[in-house]
C-alpha cells in the first residue's frame, strides 16, 4: 500500500523535529499559518491502531510545540486536532495530530452549536464506558513490557515531561493572547 502522507515525509525541508519514532512537520496543505502535522514513522491509519507510548509521545510533544506556537507567534489560540475515519474528516489513511494556530475571526470552521442531551441518554452512555473500562486498562510499553494504569506509559526516549513550579500562570498567558 502506499501512503501519501509516509511518501511526504520524505520532503525533509519542512520537518521542524525527528526522533526515531516520529516526525513533527510544518503542513504544505495548512488550515492556518504555521499549521505543524505530527504524526508516527510507522504507518498506522487511526489513533486506536498506535501503540499507547507514540500517543503518548506524539501529545507529549504536542505540548511542548503549543507552548512554540503561543509564546513565538502573534496568535490567540491553538486547536489539536486528531481526525479518526471519513465521517470526522479524515482524509489520509496515517494517524496525524495536527496542531493548528487560531486568531479571532481567521473563519476557519471548527466550532459546533452544542445541544442540550437528554438525562437518560447521558446516563446511558455514562453506563456503557463505565462497563467498558471496568476492567483496569493495560498500556503498551516501548519494550513491550504492560503496564496498568498505575504506571503511566513512558515517552519512547524516557523523558518524563511535567510542569515546572514557578512558571508564568496560564491564566495570565491566555489574557495576554487576547486581542
Known amino acids: 500500500m502506499s501512503c501519501e502522507l509516509c511518501n511526504a ?3 525533509k525541508n519542512t520537518i521542524l523535529f525527528e526522533d526515531e519514532d516520529i ?3 510544518l503542513a504544505e496543505k495548512a488550515a492556518t499559518m504555521a499549521h505543524i502535522i505530527i504524526t508516527t514513522k510507522e504507518h498506522f491509519e487511526t489513533i486506536e491502531q498506535v ?3 507514540l500517543v503518548a509521545w506524539c501529545f507529549a510533544i504536542s505540548s511542548k510545540f503549543s507552548k512554540l506556537i503561543l509564546e513565538s507567534l502573534n496568535v490567540q489560540g491553538l486547536n489539536l486536532l ?3 475515519g471519513a465521517g ?3 482524509v489520509q ?3 496525524v495530530l495536527n496542531l493548528i494556530p487560531r486568531v479571532q475571526n481567521d473563519n476557519l470552521p471548527l466550532t459546533w452549536q452544542p445541544t442540550k442531551v437528554e438525562q437518560n441518554e447521558l446516563m446511558e452512555h455514562q453506563a456503557l464506558y463505565k462497563k467498558a ?3 483496569r486498562w493495560v498500556f503498551e510499553q516501548k519494550e513491550g513490557v504492560k503496564t496498568t494504569t498505575n504506571s503511566p506509559a513512558t515517552p519512547s526516549n524516557g523523558e518524563v515531561i511535567k510542569q515546572v513550579d514557578g512558571e508564568d ?3 495570565i498567558k491566555q489574557l495576554k493572547r487576547m486581542p
Open 9 to 11: 515525509i520524505q520532503n
Open 23 to 25: 516526525y513533527v512537520f
Open 82 to 84: 486528531v481526525e479518526v
Open 93 to 95: 489513511p496515517h494517524f
Open 51 to 53: 501503540p499507547d507510548y
Open 133 to 135: 473500562t471496568a476492567n
Open 88 to 90: 470526522a474528516g479524515q
Open 169 to 171: 500562570n496560564y491564566l
